[in-house]
Nanobody, 122 residues
Framework: QVRLVESGGGLVQAGGSLRLSCAAS????????VGWFRQAPGKEREFVAH????????YYSDSVKGRFTISRDNAKNTVYLQMNSLLPRDTAVYYC???????????????WGQGTQVTVSS
């Protein structure tokens, strides 16, 4: 069992930065792929980025590539999402999730956090 808790969301102006953290409990966390997803009001949950268990493989959606960076520290059981050059369209609730496969489909992720709100003002 893995429990995930996101933090670091907030209100920021366009062009600003935020760093989200996903803290995990559970001794098997380091063996999981961890992904970040987001969901804006009235829209479906959208893949943002994910990272493999060792941290040497990452993948980003086209909408955030070059602006966001995902990383992990397995010693701290934490995955980070550094978000730079934020845009109003990045406004959403951001969720982290853990699962066994390096895929972008939300359904393959077994464990989810409660989400953290990110709001980017223009």
């Amino acid at each position: 069992q893995v429990r995930l808790v996101e933090s670091g969301g907030g209100l920021v102006q366009a062009g600003g930065s935020l760093r989200l953290s996903c803290a995990a409990s559970g001794h098997t966390f380091s063996s999981y792929v961890v992904g970040w997803f987001r969901q804006a009001p009235g829209k479906e949950r959208e893949f943002v980025a994910h990272i493999n268990w060792s941290g040497d493989r990452t993948y980003y959606s086209d909408s955030v590539k070059g602006r966001f960076t995902i990383s992990r520290d397995n010693a701290k059981n934490t995955v980070y999402l550094q978000m730079n050059s934020l845009l109003p369209r990045d406004t959403a609730v951001y969720y982290c999730a853990a699962g066994p496969l390096f895929l972008v489909t939300p359904s393959v992720y077994n464990y989810w956090g409660q989400g953290t709100q990110v709001t980017v003002s223009s």
